[in-house]
């Protein structure tokens, strides 16, 4: 009907006829009051630091990390630059998301190596010696925390030629496992590489963007899940404001409806977009999990 045309899912005639009762209205961010067609804006690479380049070769060495990670970065494919480590590492765990932020991640590195991302293409565009195939397998989604995968094929021998990679919260970027880990910004101080990566989150966050971690941890390396993680960047996600959407807030707002906003960003991030639409900032809530959205709804309705 005329709904569908408009790219409105009404569930029946009664719901319209109670429509007029409505005094609170809650927006997600991602896909509603934003475009959902994201892009990568900002990005920090942090590997590119620590490398240490002999002879013009493209041999790495990541002080501060294991001699395994160091082995490993230095067989990555080698049309993958230093300065752009992190997102290679991010387009590998986000292959198969079919999240708008995953998205943009994998179309900024086709931009940069082609179609396939395990076979990049660039400045170099045949296999160095000793390059094998590479593989991602072991993908896994975990709602509002990040995603995992396990790329293999990269070293030259078969032992410890396999890492996981997270993309993702900081908790879970650094192996927190648990879920009421949260995405604090001051709960690991021990790194300082890791306290630069809060601090440049912080700054895309207040722009806007969606911060998030990319980290690389070696297969094998130890039995805790929390060691051995490593922040090898972070990536700022853009993703524009709808044309209409300040307009439909003030519309809203003016039929003295209160307008809120739920969203599973970052309070920085999610305080930057409601700031441009017109939310008020005590009616956003942040670092919402998908179940937390419905208890907000049920809470909202007892009011």
Known sequence: GVGAMNGLLIKGGAVLEMAHHV???VFDKTG??????AVVGGRIEYVSQFMKKEEGNATQALEGGSGSLQK???HLPTAIRPTDIALWFACC????????????IVN???????YDILKPTGSVSEKSKGEKDLTISDFQVVPGRGVQCTVGGIGQSEDNDSCIVRVGN???AHGNDNEEGGDGLSKRTEDAKDDQADEDVRSLRSEGQIGVYVSVKINGTSENAKDDFYIVGVIG?????KNEAKSTVAALQGMGIDVWMCTGDHELTAQAVAKKVGIDED?????????GKADLIRRLQKR
């Open 23 to 25: 005094r609170t209205v």
């Open 32 to 37: 509603t009051l934003t475009t959902g067609r």
């Open 72 to 74: 490993l970065l230095q």
């Open 93 to 104: 765990a986000e292959l198969r998301s079919e999240h708008p932020l995953g998205n943009a």
């Open 108 to 114: 900024a590195g086709k931009e940069i190596w082609g």
């Open 170 to 172: 900081r908790e879970w």
């Open 237 to 241: 996600i853009l993703d524009p404001v």
């Open 283 to 291: 009616n956003v809530c942040s670092n919402v999990k998908p179940e």
